[in-house]
């Protein structure tokens, strides 16, 4: 665990989030902090200590990207508004080198992206070799906000599960480590997190009508999201349940998770392919 | 100038360092620190301090963006092997939200760009409106590699500088503030720097044989970049020219670049397209 104690986290992220077959998310605590003995300022600090970590591993998987490692990593973040997906990129993954990093975000299908399979705008978004994906929501809006509203007759959606595991595991096949995050707020802090940014005009921008409307239907949604878990949290691509009323402790968790997806691969600094002497000399003579 | 002792700073880094037609890059010191009368020490706090300034600024933009403002900045990073493009990205751009980030970088086109005009690659790169980007590498490539490898005929890559003002003009018209950097280090600080490189095995990767080869191609190389700042240095789309042996310096220059680039857009937090009261009401009763 590098430079931090390790006596604040009692089990590690990667156990006590794991999705649980056994537990709904209607009993999750979303103020818990599990595994995290910690208040918000040891959090707080935790989150620069760590970050680093990941942005030395960052660069270890970057640099083998470079020297043709086609392995990569890639974070899904789900969550209803509010629950931290931006502030997670900024915070999070915003201690990392940009040149390493392939975000992106799937709001609303283009016209265009109607028009084809609901993974096409997902393949073309995947990280290259060597790459930090980042997935500001996911294929999985086509089987929440899409089965919610029905946007899709009910037998499109059902198939999309399928579909999904299917398809990760391609993924994984072919060099991607997949960690899949959804974060819970209850619907008293998003209310507040709202609030705030129906008072504050530098949040104006954040807000959108739409998001009042969805909070009738947070049953339906806490069931999709509970279909999800239940249905597509697999050993090759698990889903990490991440209580995220307390923001500091839902981004020192992820920033853990991310750390974990690196060390497994077992990472060196490439070795050179070419002469180091002959190099040397070349250099010297230039 | 935010926080930061105005006194640092003797003439404004967008003056100071502005293409001057009447000079040659021949002439630079690549050592010095232009404008600024702070050491290394103070530059490194001032990267802090204004990489700050910065985040919030693309905050903004990020912000008007989200709500329709098609206004975008590119910074164009330009410079020899090792000049520091890398650590630009990282130490700079690393200060900024990645969610507002259009990062692209411009390698040996591939046989599909080959067949393809050469501004094709940039026009698809191009930042979305309330982006940051940010090419390591660019268009100018073409009228630099291309040049001084003969890749293209001489009457092709010298009709060149006129389609890449003209793109530019289009560009700026369209929305985007360009900032076109061009760092220069010296034949010996690059020696030391690709040195480095052969001596630490965690710097192996960054190591290309063929940029010793290119050490040997120097002069015509500095005649390329001379003749892009001659041609290509517009009102419309400024060049800046970076000593960049202190690679302090050329961080907080660039950093002032961009602080400058956002702040003539005059940006302020865009105004609620809801009725706020109604809004409010709507969220008590959810």
């Not at 789900?78 to 799937?106: C, E, L, N, Y």
């Not at 028009?115 to 500001?136: S, Y």
């Amino acid at each position: 665990m590098g430079k931090t104690p390790k006596n604040l986290w009692t089990a590690p992220p990667t156990k006590v989030l794991r999705a649980d077959p056994d537990s709904s998310i209607a009993d999750l605590d979303t103020r818990s902090t599990p595994g995290f003995t910690g208040k918000k300022a040891e959090g707080k600090e935790q989150l620069e200590t760590r970050g680093q970590v990941l942005s030395d591993l960052q660069e270890l998987l970057y640099a083998n990207g470079r020297s043709g490692d086609p392995r990569s990593v890639l974070l899904v973040l789900q969550g209803m508004d509010t629950s931290g997906k931006g502030g997670m990129v900024r915070h999070v993954i915003g201690h990392v080198d940009p040149q390493g990093v392939d975000h992106a975000a799937f709001g609303v299908p283009t016209p265009n992206e109607k028009r084809h399979h609901f993974l096409w705008r997902i393949n073309k978004a995947l990280p290259r070799g060597g790459q930090l994906g980042v997935f500001d929501r996911s294929h999985y809006e086509d089987v929440l906000v899409a089965r919610v509203h029905e946007l899709v007759p009910k037998k499109v959606w059902k198939g999309r599960y399928k579909e999904i595991n299917q398809f990760e595991k391609e993924l994984v096949d072919s060099g991607t480590t997949i960690v899949k995050v959804a974060m819970f707020v209850s619907l008293d802090e998003q209310k507040e997190r709202l609030q705030e940014r129906l008072d504050r005009p530098d949040k104006y921008w954040k807000y959108n009508p739409s998001d009042v409307s969805e909070r009738a239907l947070w049953p339906e949604y806490q069931k999709a999201y509970q279909a999800i878990l239940d249905r597509t949290d697999t050993d090759h691509a698990p889903w990490y349940v991440i209580p995220a009323d307390r923001k500091w402790y839902s981004r020192i968790a992820v920033t853990e998770l991310l750390i974990d997806a690196l060390e497994r691969l077992e990472l060196d600094w490439p070795s050179a392919d070419f002469d180091i002497d002959e190099e040397k000399r070349r250099l010297a003579e230039s």
